[in-house]
């Protein structure tokens, strides 16, 4: 499973490219954390302000399923903490 976060702009609204994004945590949209899921994570940039991350292990999500994930975003001297909505989506082998 991969969760993808998807439009990460910074202020001006340009999408953020090339930063480093680190998982904190991550929990469903009630507020339950979502348990097996080794934190802190790194995310892959995929362009145009996607960030994904490769689930492993014994973590059961359905796809298409939001999350509500709580990340560490660090791109050149700017560095800023956020809670955003993330999808559970499938990768293609």
Do not use: C, W
Request: net charge negative; glycine share 10%; proline share 1%.
């Amino acid at each position: 499973m991969v969760l993808r976060l998807t439009g990460l702009k910074n202020q001006n609204g340009v999408a953020v490219e090339d930063a480093d994004v680190s998982l904190e945590s991550v929990t469903y949209s009630n507020g339950d954390e979502i348990e097996d899921i080794d934190v802190p994570a790194s995310f892959t940039h995929e362009g145009d302000g996607t960030y994904e991350l490769n689930i492993s292990g014994d973590v059961e999500l359905t796809v298409g399923r939001v999350v509500k994930l709580k990340a560490v975003v660090t791109s050149g001297d700017a560095r800023a903490e956020l809670i955003e909505t993330a999808v559970v989506v499938g990768r293609v082998a």
